[in-house]
C-alpha cells in the first residue's frame, strides 16, 4: 500500500526526522535539494546516512529527494544512497527518460525512481519518463512548474500537467500520480482545496511541507460515510438485479459499479492502516 502524505524534511534538520516520521505522514522524504543551502549539502547528506543507519526505518516509508542530474552534487548523493541502502529516490528536474536509468544504474536496480516533473520539458517528455524501468510514480512540481512558465496563480493553468501525467502515469500502469505542495501553511483550507483539485484529476497522494497538512491530507483520503454508503447502495443493487438498475434516481452501469467497489476497497484498506 503506497503513501497518501509525503512530508518533507530538510537534511540538515536531523533533530527533525524522527518527529517527522511520528507525525502520521505515509512517508517522509529527507531533503537534499531545495531546503539545503549549498554550503549545508555535505553535512545534511552525512546527517541523512547516519540517521538511516541507526532508525531502523521501513523502507517503504522514506524517501531521499537528491539534487538534480545536473548539479554537482548529484554524483555524492548517489554514493551515499548506495552506501546506506536507500530504496527510495525523488529525481528532481525529471526531464527525459534517460535520467531514471543513469540515476538506477549508479545506485542499485531494486531503487525506486519517484520522478518530480516541474518544468514544461518535463512535462512534455513525461510518457517516456513513465515507462522508463525502475518508476514507481511521478510526483509533481507545481510551483517550480509555474515558476518555469510563469504562470498567474490561477489553477486552471494546472489542469493540462496534472491531466498528462495522471495520462501517462495510468498508461505505463504506474501507481497515480503525486500532487505538488501547499506553501499556505497558515490556510489548512488551502490544502484541502489543492488537494481536491489534484484528485479531480486522478492524484491519489500530495505532496505536505508541514505536518499539519499530513492529517488533512490523510483525511481527505479517506472514502466518507456518505460515499460508502453510496457504494453499499449500487453494490446491493447490482447484486440483486440481473438488468438495468437505478440508484438514487440514476442508472448504475459497470462504470459506476467499478467506482462503488474502489471506494469498498479504499475503506476496507483504511481498516488495515
Not at 182 to 190: G, V
Not at 222 to 231: F, L
Not at 257 to 272: G, S
Request: charged share 25%; proline share 6%.
Amino acid at each position: 500500500m503506497l503513501p497518501v502524505s509525503y512530508l518533507f524534511v530538510p537534511g540538515n534538520r536531523p533533530e527533525r526526522f524522527a518527529k517527522a516520521l511520528a507525525a502520521g505522514a505515509g512517508a517522509i522524504i529527507l531533503d537534499l535539494e531545495d531546503a539545503v543551502a549549498p554550503a549545508d549539502k555535505v553535512a545534511a547528506r552525512q546527517a541523512i546516512a547516519a540517521w538511516v543507519c541507526r532508525a531502523g526505518i521501513a523502507p517503504e516509508r522514506l524517501v531521499v529527494r537528491i539534487n538534480d542530474t545536473l548539479s554537482p552534487w548529484y554524483a555524492d548523493d548517489l554514493a551515499m544512497i548506495r552506501a546506506v541502502g536507500i530504496k527510495q529516490v525523488m529525481l528532481p528536474k525529471t526531464e527525459f527518460a534517460e535520467q531514471v536509468k543513469m540515476t538506477i544504474a549508479d545506485t542499485a536496480a531494486d531503487v525506486l525512481i519517484l520522478p518530480l516533473v516541474e518544468t514544461a520539458r518535463g512535462i512534455n517528455n513525461v510518457e517516456p519518463i513513465a515507462l522508463a524501468d525502475g518508476v514507481q510514480r511521478i510526483a509533481f512540481g507545481t510551483l517550480d512548474y509555474a515558476a518555469d512558465l510563469n504562470l498567474s496563480g490561477d489553477e486552471r493553468g494546472l489542469i493540462y500537467p496534472y491531466s498528462k501525467i495522471a495520462i501517462a502515469s495510468r498508461s505505463a500502469e504506474l501507481a497515480p500520480p503525486i500532487a505538488g505542495v501547499t506553501p499556505n501553511l497558515d490556510d489548512l483550507a488551502r490544502t484541502e482545496s489543492d488537494f481536491a483539485f489534484a484528485r479531480a484529476f486522478g492524484c491519489t497522494a500530495k505532496l505536505c511541507i508541514h505536518p499539519k497538512q499530513v492529517e488533512v491530507v490523510e483525511r481527505l483520503s479517506r472514502p466518507s460515510e456518505q460515499e460508502v454508503a453510496w457504494a453499499e447502495r449500487v453494490l446491493a443493487a447490482a447484486e440483486n438485479s440481473s438488468g438495468a438498475v437505478q440508484v438514487d434516481g440514476k442508472m448504475v452501469d459497470r462504470p459506476v459499479v467499478l467506482k462503488a467497489e474502489a471506494i469498498i476497497a479504499r475503506r476496507k484498506t483504511e481498516k488495515l492502516r
